[in-house]
T-cell receptor, first 115, second 113 residues
Framework: DQQVKQNSPSLSVQEGRISILNCDYTNSMFDYFLWYKKYPAEGPTFLISISSIKDKNEDGRFTVFLNKSAKHLSLHIVPSQPGDSAVYFCAASGNPGAGSYQLTFGKGTKLSVIP | KAGVTQTPRYLIKTRGQQVTLSCSPISGHRSVSWYQQTPGQGLQFLFEYFSETQRNKGNFPGRFSGRQFSNSRSEMNVSTLELGDSALYLC????????????FGDGTRLSIL
């Protein structure tokens, strides 16, 4: 049973436009969410995170939105650049107070930014 | 600041053998987590160590084990290797406190013949 789902395996966007990557989760105990970017032959690189007490977090060109009632989060990249082409993973973790530090990952979305 | 270092980068083994993978975390990080990445299952959590103690464990058989040393470096061991153990094994480190991101190494690519 996939607790974190990225329903779009791939996404193509024109350079300079907005890229929107989506992620849904089913476990209501998740309270910390992260986005990672992965290039071939490299490990995932941390991009941005958000805790469940917020609904938006921004870092430069990257913004993450969290809709807890819909159990949905999205990553916005504005403007998109060719160097953003990579596989993007959504991840979630539970309440550390309950001892859960493990990350549960989605299957990833491959973003292609076309020059 | 040095990142997470995993050795070796590539490894080829045969069925039935055992293997040990190593991970050096970012300086100051006390938590080390291990993940397995395969094309079919994606990224799956193996276990997490904090201050030399296993704090979390995923749903993997007992053939997969790990340990953490006093300097926070960690090793993962897989015994009696099976063809299905072929995967990219990723290590991630973090401060290990609430809501801190994990930072990944580039992984060890393990191939079983």
């Amino acid at each position: 049973d996939q607790q974190v789902k990225q329903n779009s395996p791939s996404l193509s966007v024109q350079e300079g436009r907005i890229s929107i990557l989506n992620c849904d989760y089913t476990n209501s105990m998740f309270d910390y969410f992260l986005w990672y970017k992965k290039y071939p032959a490299e490990g995932p690189t941390f991009l941005i995170s958000i805790s469940s007490i917020k609904d938006k977090n921004e870092d430069g060109r990257f913004t993450v939105f969290l809709n807890k009632s819909a159990k949905h989060l999205s990553l916005h990249i504005v403007p998109s650049q060719p160097g953003d082409s990579a596989v993007y993973f959504c991840a979630a973790s539970g309440n550390p107070g309950a001892g859960s530090y493990q990350l549960t990952f989605g299957k990833g979305t491959k973003l292609s930014v076309i020059p | 600041k040095a990142g997470v270092t995993q050795t070796p980068r590539y490894l080829i083994k045969t069925r039935g053998q055992q293997v040990t993978l190593s991970c050096s975390p970012i300086s100051g990080h006390r938590s080390v987590s291990w993940y397995q990445q395969t094309p079919g299952q994606g990224l799956q959590f193996l276990f997490e160590y904090f201050s030399e103690t296993q704090r979390n464990k995923g749903n993997f058989p007992g053939r997969f084990s790990g340990r953490q040393f006093s300097n926070s470096r960690s090793e993962m061991n897989v015994s009696t290797l099976e063809l299905g153990d072929s995967a990219l094994y990723l290590c991630a480190s973090s401060l290990g406190t609430e809501h801190q991101p994990q930072h990944f190494g580039d992984g060890t690519r393990l191939s079983i013949l």
